[in-house]
């Protein structure tokens, strides 16, 4: 299954993998011609012909000039090749994990995922380092076992007796490296994944002075990735030495075999000397060959677990029939919706709803409740298990993704930025805008002035996640991304929740013009957000239970009542 998917990658090279074969075979014959030169160089010193030697010299060096060439020639070319199809395979991988399911991302570990992309790959690529060189090692050994069957038929076959026990031995090493490459894979990337959790939680770690913790888990998943890379080198380090020993011995009895047959008249010195060469020259392939056993072994085990993430359902593709989604209002309606994550519990249980155009709703409710799951159903990210969520009257099952998402903008609370500079970073809600539109969309978010202050302005480099900002410098640039965009739907994780006085106000002031003209749900914590919502959602189990203004709802006296009273809703917002 694994080869026949490489060799799909292989077949738009085949014509150059041939031509890179056939110098392959080229230089493999011109080593089995050092047989004959030696056959030769031995004739001309029984027969003490002058000729003969420069023949048998200038002949050996004419085969080394032909050997080197064509070697240089057919590795350049098959590592080209090989080195085509990783490159494909890696931007294959890349393109599958953009389009894959958040589903699938909730399951995986980030740092499996960064394992699989980089160290299997990696093992792909020593795999085709090792191609050249097991062609050219295979051709040998061919050519070389031919050839000796024409000068002695007999000594071939004492030669090829050790072949069982050579194959046997190349077997019992390739299912041990399988098996061992495969855990050593699966405990880096334990490590990596653990890396990457650590760098992402450092605030927590310190918070929680688990430093010392933190560090003897690393230790613990580095020994047992030390154990198994140790397991891995000492098979591979011991494949070398017991097969060069069979191989040994078997050159041994041969000669032996040989030089009787000389003695016994059986056969002539010059033919001895060209068989013993053509059995070094065998008998270096051979050698060789476990060492490309092994390298090979490692690429499968790499390849078998990236094709294991290629063959990852992507996002669920649009049927036939879907529509493009053309001047969107922005009406949105939740039909009985139902989700589940894991097909057992429901997360969302019969949700309904209409929101009109330019509504700005906000979703209230316990942790656990559902809120995020449902706005996640709007652009998408997940369908629901039962019922339809429509825009515009549309089932969203029936318009073509991509132009749903252009429609939408979403500000996180936890705003990701791209280390890229402050302008690409606004300028990733809509790739073709101009300088002057980034900057108006930066002004509107009330960015444009801290931008302005930094000694290269929009040019500044923001850092991995943005790091170099503060958040409510961060959350800004979200905003102005959103406002650039210009969405019809908009979707925001409550975006001051976790900012001082003096950013919440310059945000909030940034949101009340991005909310004008559009149909946007908010995941609401603070009571400030609440009260510019026109619609107010509670949600609670999974079920809408409430519906109204602020005003109405605390006279209900129900559940979002009690929320305010019990002041699960943040009141710093409250008036004095």
Same mark, same amino acid.
């Given at each position: ?7 799909? /990658? ?61 070697? /240089? ?20 991988? /890349? ?49 070389? *076992? ?21 194959? /046997? ?34 605030? *927590? ?12 888990? +690393? ?29 040994? *011995? ?270 946007? +749900? ?55």
């Amino acid at each position: 299954m694994v080869f026949r998917r490489l060799l799909e /990658y292989v077949q738009p090279s085949a014509l150059k993998m041939l031509a890179g074969l056939l110098l392959t075979a080229i230089s493999s014959f011109a080593v089995l011609g050092y047989a004959k030169a030696a056959q030769l160089l031995v004739t001309s010193v029984q027969k003490q012909d002058l000729r003969l030697l420069w023949l048998a010299l200038g002949g050996t060096l004419v085969l080394n000039l032909i050997k080197n060439g064509a070697q /240089y020639g057919g590795s350049y070319t098959l590592t080209s090749v090989g080195q085509r199809v990783v490159a494909k395979v890696r931007a294959d991988l /890349y393109e599958r994990i953009q389009y894959l399911p958040l589903r699938v991302f909730d399951r995986w570990r980030s740092g499996e995922l960064m394992s699989r992309f980089g160290n299997d790959v990696g093992l792909m690529l020593i795999g085709v380092t090792a191609m050249p060189l097991f062609a050219s090692a295979i051709i040998t050994l061919v050519g070389a *076992v031919a050839y000796m069957f024409y000068l002695s038929w007999s000594l071939t076959l004492v030669t090829i007796g050790v072949a069982p026990l050579v194959s /046997y031995a190349v077997f019992r090493f390739s299912r041990l490296l399988r098996n061992v490459t495969g855990v050593s894979l699966e405990r880096i990337a334990d490590v990596n994944s653990m890396l990457q959790e650590s760098l992402e939680s450092m605030r *927590v770690i310190k918070a929680f002075a688990r430093e010392p913790y933190e560090v003897k888990r +690393f230790r613990d998943r580095n020994d047992a990735y030390l154990g198994a890379s140790m397991k891995l080198a000492q098979i591979s380090l011991t494949q070398t030495p017991v097969i060069d020993f069979i191989v040994a *011995v078997g050159l041994l009895f041969l000669a032996g075999f040989a030089f009787y047959e000389l003695a016994t008249r059986q056969i002539a010195a010059g033919e001895i000397v060209g068989f013993l060469t053509l059995a070094v020259v065998a008998s270096n392939p051979i050698n060789q060959l476990t060492n490309y056993f092994g390298d090979l072994n490692k690429a499968y085990i790499g390849a078998a677990r990236v094709f294991e993430l290629l063959d990852l359902p992507v996002e669920a593709p649009d049927v036939p029939g879907t529509a493009e989604l053309h001047d969107v209002s922005g009406q949105v309606e939740f039909r009985d919706v139902r989700f589940t994550y894991d097909g057992k519990t429901e997360v969302l249980k019969g949700v309904s709803a209409v929101v009109e155009p330019g509504d700005v709703v906000a979703l209230v409710g316990p942790s656990g409740s559902g809120k995020t799951t449902l706005v996640n159903l709007i652009p998408r990210f997940y369908v629901p298990t039962a019922g339809a969520v429509f825009v515009d009257g549309h089932d969203l099952r029936t318009i073509a993704l991509a132009s749903l998402r252009r429609a939408i903008a979403i500000v996180p609370q936890d705003p990701q930025l791209f280390s890229d500079t402050v302008e690409q970073n606004i300028r990733y809600g809509r790739l073709d805008a101009t300088a002057d539109e980034v900057e108006a969309a930066a002004r509107l978010a009330n960015a444009h002035a801290f931008i302005s202050g930094f000694p290269d302005g929009y040019q500044t480099m923001v850092g991995a996640r943005g790091i170099r900002l503060s958040g409510g410098e961060r959350q800004r640039i979200a905003i102005a991304r959103a406002l650039l965009r210009n969405p019809r739907l908009l979707i925001l994780d409550e975006a001051t929740s976790q900012l001082d006085a003096q950013s919440e106000a310059l945000i909030s002031e940034a949101l009340d013009r991005l909310f004008v003209g559009r149909t946007t +749900f908010v995941i609401a914590h603070r009571l400030s957000t609440i009260r510019r919502a026109s619609v107010i959602l509670v949600l609670d189990d999974g079920r809408f239970v409430e519906r109204g203004t602020h005003a109405e709802l605390l006279q209900r006296g129900g559940l979002y009542a009690r929320l305010y009273e019990t002041q699960i809703l943040d009141s710093t917002a409250r008036p004095a």
